[in-house]
């Protein structure tokens, strides 16, 4: 569903080299839609600070990652912000068959379908980021042969900023 900014506070990690976090390195780069693999090529990722299986989450049960774990970055959506909310119950083609786009080149390829979000679509309605509500959605369109790649690699409840500009730390 598509939803104004709640307010709501999410953390995200990071590999702290020595560096400090700097928001003016802060890149975005929705890439070519043809050849992303369920995910834009750069954006701003983070989890709610509520989540019951976020980033941090995932990265200690699969062992991944050299994360700075004690120093997060907290931030939330300005209030102008508009966010494409995804759970279970959206998983429809009134929500999703707007942004979903069939990956023909790879149907040739591999002669099955193989379906991803349109990312440049998203952001040109005007959305300044996609939640995935429910971490058990990337898990679900895996095994299913038509929508596997939908999600592929959102593992946990995630939030991808298309937009930095919406961005406010706290």
């Known amino acids: ?10 953390v995200k990690y990071w590999y702290n080299h020595g560096e400090p976090f700097d928001t003016n390195k802060i890149q975005i780069e929705l890439g070519n839609p043809e050849f992303q693999w369920g995910k ?3 954006g701003f990722w983070g989890s709610p600070i509520n989540a019951s299986y976020g980033w941090k989450e995932w ?10 774990w004690n120093n997060p970055i907290y ?12 759970d279970r119950e959206d998983l429809n083609d009134d929500v ?29 309605d005007g959305i300044d980021a996609v939640e995935l509500m ?12 038509a929508y596997e ?13 298309l937009n930095k500009d919406v961005l406010e730390f706290i």
């Open 75 to 86: 931030f939330r959506l300005k209030s102008n912000s508009t966010i494409l909310k995804i």
């Open 149 to 161: 790649q939908i999600f592929y690699g959102w593992d946990c409840e995630s939030i991808v900023v």
């Open 134 to 145: 429910d971490d058990r959605i990337g898990h679900l369109f895996f095994h299913d042969n």
């Open 59 to 68: 990265c200690i049960a699969e062992g991944f990652g050299d994360y700075d």
């Open 1 to 10: 569903m598509k939803v104004k900014s709640d307010n709501t506070i999410y």
């Open 40 to 42: 834009p090529d750069l």
């Open 96 to 124: 999703l068959g707007k942004y979903v786009i069939l990956d023909e080149k790879m149907y040739y390829a591999i002669h099955r379908e193989r379906y991803f979000l349109d990312y440049n679509k998203i952001v040109e």
